[in-house]
């Protein structure tokens, strides 16, 4: 052990994202209205008992992946991913084992954050974009222009 206070930080995108995962996924909400989360040991039980596929992990096993402590095989990815797919909430981005595996190199290149919380960003973004005048959606690509000059793709000139 490390001494760390609280949740240690893990040192691969695997037990990051999947850390991540387990955070943001809720399996119900209580009688207050909070939402209730998967544990460890719910989820390993899962994968294993998921007739889709002949994988099983330990709750010992799960843990340590998530502690950055073991190198799941490809095929158990594929089940952590896919239990955290089947139970992603409506519109949220689909989990992939190539998107746990991924290596955090290019959002650190590219100050991006993991997928899901940037796609909500951008839907959200986009959802209010949507609603807007010419006039409002013209300046909002004005702005965006300014806060990221030349940041890829010129944007397209709203209407008008």
């Known amino acids: 052990m490390d001494g760390s206070e609280g949740a ?12 991540h995962l387990f955070n943001t996924t809720v399996k119900a ?4 209205g909070r939402p209730v989360r998967y544990s460890t040991p719910e989820v390993a039980a899962a994968i294993t008992d998921d007739p889709s596929h002949p994988i099983s992990i330990s709750r010992v096993t799960l843990w340590k992946v998530r502690e950055g402590k073991a190198n799941p095989t490809m095929e158990k990815v594929r089940a952590i991913a896919k239990f955290f797919d ?5 519109g949220a981005p689909r989990v992939t084992a190539a998107w746990l595996l991924d290596d955090d190199a290019e959002e650190q290149a590219t100050g991006q954050q993991a997928l899901p919380e940037r796609a909500e960003q951008v839907r959200a973004i986009a959802m209010r974009a ?7 959606l013209r300046m909002l690509v004005e702005m965006i222009e300014v806060i990221d000059p030349g940041g ?3 944007l397209p000139s709203a209407g008008g």
């Open 8 to 19: 240690a930080q893990p040192e691969f995108a695997l037990a990051r994202r999947l850390n």
């Open 29 to 32: 909400v209580d009688k207050r």
């Open 86 to 90: 089947d139970h992603r909430a409506d």
């Open 130 to 136: 949507g609603r807007m005048s010419p006039d409002r």
């Open 152 to 154: 890829g793709e010129p």
